[in-house]
């Protein structure tokens, strides 16, 4: 198998196709095996408004969590997934009850990187519990009662 330098992914909106987008012109498009969907087809959108918990048990269900996000590489393929959803969408982070420290839903812990968009996270009314991809695709947090779409984090 021949590895060509990959410039995007999975800019399907619904990211429904597996595509792995490798030359810049001409725009070429190839559908990816399934180890390289695996990779860089990391997350799902859920195309369809619930509340941040109703998002959570649904990505559990049908895939593996809501999205984690690790570190810039991450962002961008998310970014790349939600497309035009970009702004606003779940993202599976919420404020621990008990330590008020922002986890990841996936069970990985205390979010080490995060991408806060300026004055964020301000916690409005103290009713902020959980966190969204907002505007210049940095992230907000919010009431976890309104519904938005989400990615999933595919298995
Ligand atoms: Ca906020």
Redesign the pocket.
């Known amino acids: 198998m021949i590895f060509f330098p990959v410039l995007g992914y999975c800019l399907d909106a619904s990211c429904s196709r597996d595509l792995i987008f490798i030359r810049d012109e001409p725009k070429t498009w190839f559908e990816s095996p399934d180890l390289l969907a695996q990779y860089y087809c990391r997350y799902r959108l859920i195309n369809g408004a619930l509340t941040w918990y109703e998002a959570q048990t649904f990505c559990r269900v049908k895939y593996t969590d809501l999205a984690t996000v690790n570190n810039m590489d991450d962002e961008n393929k998310l970014v790349a997934t939600l497309g035009s959803h970009v702004a606003h969408a779940w993202i599976g982070l919420r404020k621990g009850g008990g330590t008020g420290r922002w986890m990841w839903s996936d069970g990985s812990g205390i979010a080490h990187f995060t991408n806060w968009g300026d004055g964020?996270?301000?916690?409005?009314e103290g009713n902020?519990w959980c966190a969204e991809m907002s505007e210049k695709e940095t992230w907000?947090?919010?009431s976890c009662g309104e519904t938005k779409v989400f990615p999933c984090s595919k298995p």
């Open positions: 964020e996270p301000n916690n409005v902020e907000n947090d919010l």
